[in-house]
């Protein structure tokens, strides 16, 4: 039965999704964090920070579009690569592999929010505003990696019922899959997907979107601190 | 005399302590519960008035206040939004001392041509070097983003004696950073390049021929210290 359902749920076609920002909250918390502040307190913060932090948070509201789609498929998985849609090699390399390997369906993924947010940010830093600029460039950060986590809840929610978990989200980029792995990822979803463009060096525009693949499967883990898959031991973002 | 001194010396480090905290001018409420009280440019004002030199003010007030936050930057006691707020304060003191500079032109340390290299759009990393390194008196020439290195070729030629600033925050566009440290190389042996981003290191800086990778824009003023003292 559970089989069933599994065959049933690789079998749909791209999932999309597209939400007002109205429908979206930001954690104070994540954008103090993200701000620099290690504790990730907003009680670190000035007054006056404080403020500006709130004004953008607000401002982000209407400038955030959050869009996804998602697709999954059967996992195949030969040395470093990780093969999906019959015949496309993912060369995700041997730390996202080491993750991957007892998975037995791989979802492929890109999130954005749009293009308003990024526009702004560049009126704002070059109108002379860098601390509201930089702060809006935060914010986005933040919400499309909030946007992201809420798509693998989505999908670990629903594989559930088919006894199954889902392992991290892994993007290229990440833990030595090169950035120009987008060419592939992209090839295996319709074109544009969620309004996503690459360009010649495998930058996603808008550039607020987050691509990746995420693994499924009855054995695979979900590691509480991903840092520790990553080689890139002086990235500010690095929790461990 | 020395009575003199010693009132001059409180109010450089008053211009000091209020260009750390941010405060501009007796208007803005930055601290908050600060409004009317006297800001940077009231306290430049105030120094220049009392006698004191447009160089003192500059180096001894304005840049001691971005060297001493950047020391506090470095110890995670404040980040990168106090220190884009202390530059707005500073820059605002700069504008009160051009008349004390021929034809209105400020001593700097230099002219800092920076970029983000072929390929990648990402510029905050980039804008945040440049806000910070112009605290620090460097006269900063942004080329923008997705620079060919043709581009940084030019402004050599432009601003003879220049440092060069190469920013990328993707591993594809880490190629391009090889690429342009070449031809700088081969056009320029002798300028200072320094390199930054998050894919970055200092091996692969040392690897491409740059000379030094900076962390963190207050890395990048310390490092141009080092070279260029």
């Given amino acids: 039965m559970r089989t069933g359902k599994l065959e049933q749920w690789l079998s749909q076609p791209p999932r999309g999704c597209e939400e007002t920002s109205a429908e979206f909250v930001l954690d104070s918390q994540d954008v103090a964090r993200a701000l620099g502040y290690a504790r990730g307190s907003v009680d670190d913060i000035s007054a006056h920070v404080s403020d500006v932090v709130a004004t953008m948070e607000a401002e982000a509201q209407s400038l955030i579009r959050p869009r996804w789609l998602w697709k999954p498929f059967r996992g195949m998985f030969k040395g470093d690569c990780c093969i999906v849609n019959g015949s496309t090699p993912l060369v995700v390399g041997d730390q996202i592999m080491a993750q991957l390997k007892n998975a037995t369906a791989v979802v492929v993924y890109v999130v954005t929010i749009g293009e308003a947010l990024e526009r702004t940010v560049q009126e704002r830093m070059y109108g002379g505003d860098n601390v509201g600029g930089y702060v809006l460039d935060v914010i986005g950060s933040v919400a499309v990696e909030s946007f992201a986590d809420r798509l693998q809840e989505l999908i670990a929610g629903e594989v559930s019922e088919f006894g199954l978990k889902t392992t991290n989200r892994f993007s290229p980029g990440y833990c030595s899959w090169p950035t120009s792995g987008q060419q592939e990822l992209f090839s295996v979803l319709p074109e544009a997907p969620a309004g996503v463009d690459l360009n010649a060096s495998s930058l996603m525009i808008p550039i607020k979107s987050v691509s990746g693949i995420i693994g499924v499967g009855a054995n695979v883990v979900f590691q509480q601190y991903p840092c520790e898959l990553c080689s890139l031991r002086g990235c500010h973002q690095r929790l461990a | ?229």
């Fill in chain 2, 1 to 229: 005399m020395q009575r003199d001194g010693e009132v001059n010396g409180r109010l450089l480090q008053r211009i000091s302590e209020t260009v750390q905290a941010g405060k501009t001018n007796s208007e803005t409420d930055i601290p908050r519960g600060s409004k009317g009280k006297p800001g940077v440019v009231e306290l430049v004002q105030e120094a220049l008035a009392s006698g004191l030199s447009g160089e003192r003010i500059l180096d001894e007030a304005l840049l001691a206040g971005m060297r001493s936050l950047g020391s506090k930057f470095a110890a995670n006691e404040v980040f990168i939004p106090e220190v884009l707020i202390a530059a707005r304060a500073m820059q605002a003191g700069f504008v009160e001392l051009k008349d004390c500079f021929s034809g209105g032109e400020m001593p700097t340390r230099g002219v800092f041509v920076i970029g983000t290299v072929q390929g990648d759009l990402h510029d905050i990393g980039k804008n945040l070097v440049a806000i910070i390194l112009e605290g620090a008196g460097w006269e900063i020439k942004d080329l923008g983003t997705d620079c060919a290195p043709e581009v940084f070729l030019e402004a050599l030629g432009q601003y003879p004696g220049c440092v060069v600033g190469l920013s990328a925050l993707l591993t594809t566009t880490m190629v391009a950073m090889r690429d342009t440290v070449r031809m700088i190389r081969e056009r320029s042996p002798s300028t200072v390049v320094l390199v930054g981003g998050a894919p970055v290191n200092a091996e692969f800086a040392t690897e491409i021929g740059a000379n030094g990778y900076a962390p963190d824009p207050s890395a990048a003023v310390g490092l141009l210290d080092e070279l260029l003292p």
